[in-house]
């Protein structure tokens, strides 16, 4: 599902970044000159405005401990200024929230994509029970600038220590698991960071150099790295989008969900499995989210377009989620208004994901040792 697909939060009122020259769109996604932007941001001479983006905070002394026993990661022992990510699944192991998590030592802050604060709050205030936190809806205070450098803007410290989340998907987290087999994954350049500022000073980063959504997104597909916004749908669970990499500590307390993610990790496959495609741009054509991947030949499908972006050195590219058996070299195609589009699978999930646990072969009842 698209981001533009989600509702956004509309009462900061328009962003001054929607009143710059060029700017397309409230947050702009491109100023006008979409590849150049996203080289800058690249560069990390760039920023991009996040403002339709949700924040929420828990306070108390409780606080980190609650938000281990109820999600997928392990972060009851973050200390101040530290970084995470960690999902909240339902009792089937399917995806409901994503969160990137910033702890300063009094309040944990909450990141999340346009439209999911509100459900994310009433969900945890749900789960509240007896326990030590306070929870608020903090996203009218505070906007969120995306970066994949330092720019020259001071985040906000309202408890001393500056909220910069910085993205753990470069490399796999300690009690992770990556699925892909490559010997370098493209997710070590993503040095990409999100800052909070006071809304008050958003006009102030907007004389920055910046960067529309489109760049981000192109960057992000070249990563390999799943968005909650783009790639989850209704059935999603972590695997099937490499997300036990970044966002899932495998040998953690229970949390809902958990049996699931263990199951499919040590004696099964995930029934999908996340793919890049390079797209043929001879028709000059970017399938939408949701276009059907087919097989070469073929109008049945196998599978969705969940991103397409124009990278500015890879060209069109997309991300998908297709069936699990379908083979590494089988010849695929996008279908994108009536038209076929020439896809090569880039593998990140293989097809013999999971089923990590060696479980020995039990004699039957009643065998006969030879």
């Not at 397309?24 to 403002?51: C, F, M, W």
């Not at 994503?98 to 030592?105: F, N, S």
């Not at 009690?175 to 490559?182: F, L, S």
């Not at 970017?286 to 070469?296: D, E, Q, R, Y």
Request: with cysteine; proline share 7%.
């Amino acid at each position: 599902m698209s981001s533009e697909d989600r509702p956004l939060n509309l009462s900061k009122g328009a962003s001054p970044f929607a009143s710059l020259p060029g700017a397309v769109g409230s947050p702009p996604e491109h100023y006008g000159n979409p590849l150049g932007e996203q080289k800058r941001l690249a560069e990390g001479t760039a920023i991009v405005d996040l403002s339709h983006h949700g924040v929420v905070t828990v306070s108390g002394p409780d606080r980190l401990s609650w938000l281990d026993s109820l999600t997928s990661q392990s972060i009851k022992g973050m200390k101040p200024g530290d970084s995470s990510e960690t999902l909240q699944l339902d009792i089937n192991g399917r995806l409901e929230y994503a969160m990137r998590v910033i702890d300063d030592g009094d309040t944990t802050w909450l990141l999340v994509d346009a439209g999911e604060a509100e459900g994310l709050l009433a969900w945890l205030t749900k789960m509240r029970f007896m326990l030590r936190v306070e929870l608020a809806d903090r996203s009218d205070d505070f906007v969120t600038i995306g970066s994949l450098g330092t720019p020259a803007i001071e985040a906000a410290a309202p408890n001393g220590v500056p909220l910069v989340w910085n993205d753990p998907w470069r490399s796999v987290v300690q009690g992770g698991h990556q699925y892909a087999h490559v010997a370098e994954h493209p997710g070590v350049e993503w040095t990409y960071s999100e800052r909070l500022i006071e809304s008050a000073a958003s006009a102030e980063a907007s004389a920055l150099p910046v960067a529309g959504l489109l760049a981000l997104e192109a960057l992000r597909v070249a990563a390999w790295r799943p968005r909650f916004a783009t790639e989850v749908d209704e059935r999603s669970i972590p695997h099937e989008l490499d997300w036990l990499r970044s966002a899932v500590h495998l040998t953690k307390g229970c949390y809902r969900g958990q049996e699931t993610v263990a199951k499919v990790h040590n004696l099964g496959h995930p029934p999908r499995r996340l793919v890049m495609l390079h797209l043929d741009g001879s028709d000059g054509v970017l399938p939408a989210a949701g276009s059907p991947v087919v097989l070469a030949g073929s109008d049945d499908p196998i599978g969705v377009v969940t991103t397409a972006a124009m990278h500015f050195e890879l060209g069109p590219i997309a991300l998908a989620v297709i069936k699990r058996n379908t083979e590494h070299d089988a010849e695929l195609s996008v279908l994108a208004d009536d038209i076929r589009i020439a896809a090569a699978q880039e593998v990140i999930v293989p097809r013999d994901a999971g089923a990590e646990a060696n479980v020995p072969r039990l004699p039957r009842l009643g065998a006969v040792r030879r």
